[in-house]
């Protein structure tokens, strides 16, 4: 077997290796997250058992919110999210609907037990308690279709009248904001949309709702004239005296992931049982008002990173290719629509014709806050996991906060940089234009490492023959791809179209577009001088024989040490890095069976960071999630080798105790709690634990156990928190 062909295999290997590593860290990512349980409190148990049937009121005219069929059965996007938590809870939440004013009316006198489809509106609250945003929509100035009275922003709003539904307490809050405005009430959404096609009226507020509801009403007489900054956060509201109800229905919505969300809200919104306009091309159905969309715009400008492979690449020729091309080319298809490339140089270059509106769309680009000032983007196309490569000398590095200010490459304007430096905020980041540079950069040592898509590297170290180069470290975060579009003018009308289409690709597509770009290879041409001169010498053969194997099982060895770390990872919660609850399940049962057969006492420690809903709300998720790093890092000093410390969900952490009786877990969650309360993470704020306690008894179940955690977490709580309780089985 020659040297090259050899070589040529390890290298597959080496894709091989990391392409099933990127399938494995992105199942850990959102496949354990979507089967996780709900743990209810004993109360709240009792709750649903006393009140079999929540019912909660909305408006029988808000599609697709809610969809009333002739026979009286409720569908929409209210339903099969109440549908979701009544799966994870046990509980029973319906859907009452009449007219809004009637419904507001009856949840004041507890004739129902809620609202849905509603604001948190400060009207509200004296009997209503509310649930989390379950949805949020951006709000938009709607007019009749040719814009007759030429309005296009804030001011414009000036001497017109606006028409809004009784009721609506959302809207007419933000109509007042704007002065020398009149308002139309109306009782129906369709006066509301006749009000403004005859000019009784001028405008009117909306989001991504109401052009659904025009062509649903056979009504599309619909324009958006300007976006507005408000957003529309809906929420359930429920009873004040049942705060129970309220807090079973957020533990539902927080165990909802983001992409089941996305995937409700397209179904929904993009259903148009009447006036829809069906494309031949795979089943995507398009409202009329998007297929008028698609039929006046027959060409998009689009930007893409130009060496970017597996994902973009721009060939000598100008020729879109990649993961993402071939993506886009369904979506031309199915749409009939042609994309036009605007070619670039780098990144930043494409970044910056976006920003100049000189194109239309960006493939295979990251959703941050600082391009939300200039995008709207699509669901992912696909997911990436960000890693760490060094240098094949570097040991395997389990956090990346250790390697001080050692320089790491990251691309210009990527979206790398504003993703890790959150989680990592003191690192010496060094920008380069291009995957090349950077790993010329990382072989000759200039820098220590170099951070990118997994795949992205995985592919580049393989095409440019980097022997020395490995993946050190994954990181906790990954790049979300999706297509950015314009902010302007009716651009973010085409975000749920192009979900759609991305809807319609199959998984089987997906994965036959990612095998023929992730682990290409180039076949170099065998130097067969050199070959020849080689055998001719046949010492030096050797000694190069010899050499090669050594570096080769090396190389598998580290390659044997990659895949042992990343499978790792599908065990390991991404924030805090601690296990995540597949590998507590897993830890439980064993030492479940371990005590059951040989009699060997072990307990538990279910923690509960206090109050940190108010951090979340008054210092932001991001800090939030430093909190929940920092706390874990200190919980973890805390305890001993022999215990495991994991994630079990949010801001609840589960501690398992080998060989520990009840008072033993009660010292040790003691000491965790003291320990942390002396700690300081935003400035001189105490951040305190809850903790419950229970001893496992060869009489039960690994659910009766976790059932007496839970409830002595509870009793932790009502007791004032900061503050340790315990449950005996004997008691």
């Not at 239309?360 to 939300?372: G, K, L, M, N």
């Not at 009308?493 to 289409?501: L, R, S, T, Y």
């Amino acid at each position: 077997m020659s040297q090259t062909l050899f070589e040529n295999r390890v290298s597959r290997k080496f894709v091989v290796y990391l392409w099933l590593a990127g399938l494995l860290f992105s199942f850990s990512n959102h496949s354990f997250a979507d089967i996780e349980k709900i743990v209810l409190s004993a109360e709240e148990k009792t709750f649903i058992q006393e009140h079999p049937t929540i019912t909660l009121g909305s408006d029988k005219s808000w599609e697709p919110y809610i969809i009333v069929s002739p026979d009286g059965n409720i569908t929409g996007y209210d339903a099969e999210i109440l549908k979701k938590v009544n799966q994870l809870t046990g509980a029973n939440f319906t859907l009452a609907v009449g007219k809004w004013a009637s419904m507001q009316a009856k949840a004041k006198v507890h004739k129902i037990d809620g609202l849905s489809t509603g604001t948190a509106a400060p009207g509200r609250t004296s009997y209503l308690n509310f649930s989390t945003p379950y949805l949020t929509l951006q709000k938009s100035v709607f007019v009749s279709t040719g814009n007759p009275q030429s309005i296009k922003k804030p001011e414009d709003l000036q001497d017109k009248t606006i028409v809004i539904q009784k009721g609506n307490l959302a809207d007419i809050k933000l109509a007042k904001q704007y002065q020398n405005t009149h308002i139309l009430y109306v009782d129906t959404v369709e006066e509301l949309f006749s009000a403004l096609s005859t000019g009784t009226a001028d405008a009117t507020f909306g989001n991504g709702a109401t052009l659904y509801l025009a062509n649903k009403l056979g009504m599309p007489y619909l324009h958006i004239a300007f976006h507005l900054p408000q957003q529309l956060d809906l929420v359930f509201g429920i009873r004040k005296d049942w705060p129970l109800a309220i807090s079973i229905m957020n533990k539902a919505l927080s165990t909802l992931s983001q992409h089941e969300k996305v995937r409700i809200q397209t179904r929904w919104f993009s259903a148009q049982p009447i006036s829809q306009v069906k494309n031949i091309q795979k089943g995507v159905t398009l409202s009329a008002y998007e297929k008028y969309l698609v039929e006046q715009t027959p060409s998009i400008r689009m930007c893409v990173g130009p060496n970017w492979l597996p994902f973009t690449f721009i060939n000598e020729n100008k020729i879109y290719q990649g993961v993402t091309a071939d993506f886009m080319a369904i979506i031309s298809e199915r749409l009939s629509t042609n994309f036009t490339l605007v070619p670039t140089s780098n990144w930043s270059e494409s970044i910056a014709l976006m920003k100049e509106k000189s194109c239309d769309v960006i493939t295979a680009i990251t959703p941050t806050e600082a391009r939300r000032q200039f995008l709207t983007f699509t669901q992912p196309v696909l997911t990436s996991p960000i890693v760490l490569a060094t240098r094949q000398d570097q040991f395997f590095i389990k956090d990346i906060n250790n390697i001080g200010k050692k320089p790491v490459a990251v691309i210009k304007d990527s979206s790398a940089a504003s993703l890790i430096k959150p989680y990592y905020p003191q690192l010496n980041i060094v920008e380069v234009t291009s995957i090349k540079e950077a790993l010329n950069k990382l072989s000759e040592e200039k820098v220590f490492g170099y951070i990118d898509s997994l795949e992205v590297i995985a592919h580049n170290v393989n095409k440019e023959n980097h022997l020395n180069i490995k993946i050190s470290s994954t990181l906790p975060i990954a790049f979300d791809l999706a297509i950015g579009v314009r902010k302007d003018n009716d651009w973010p009308a085409w975000v749920p179209i192009f979900n759609k289409v991305i809807e319609s690709i199959s998984d089987e597509e997906k994965r036959q577009i990612l095998n023929r770009w992730v682990g290409i290879q180039y076949e170099k041409d065998v130097d067969y001088n050199f070959i020849w001169s080689t055998l001719a010498v046949i010492a030096v053969f050797i000694f190069l024989g010899i050499y090669r194997y050594q570096v080769i099982a090396g190389y598998n060895k580290k390659l044997e040490e990659l895949n042992q770390e990343l499978a790792k990872q599908a065990m390991t919660d991404q924030l805090t890095q601690l296990p995540n609850r597949y590998l507590l399940d897993k830890e439980i049962q064993r030492v479940t069976a371990t005590s059951k057969r040989y009699g060997e006492v072990f307990s538990m420690v279910l923690f509960d960071l206090d109050y940190f809903k108010e951090i979340n709300d008054e210092y932001g998720h991001q800090k939030g999630d430093e909190v929940l790093i920092h706390a874990t890092h200190e919980m973890n000093q805390a305890t001993r080798d022999a215990d495991l410390l994991g994630r079990w969900g949010g801001e609840e952490f589960l501690l398992v105790c080998p060989k520990t009786d009840l008072q033993g877990a009660i010292k040790l969650a003691h000491k965790v709690r003291e320990h942390l309360a002396r700690q300081r993470f935003i400035a001189d704020r105490q951040i305190t634990v809850s903790a419950g306690v229970a001893e496992f008894h060869e009489s039960e179940n690994y659910q009766s156990m976790l059932k007496r955690l839970d409830d002595s977490l509870y009793l932790a709580k009502q007791a004032g928190r900061n503050t340790v309780r315990y449950s005996d089985i004997k008691q």
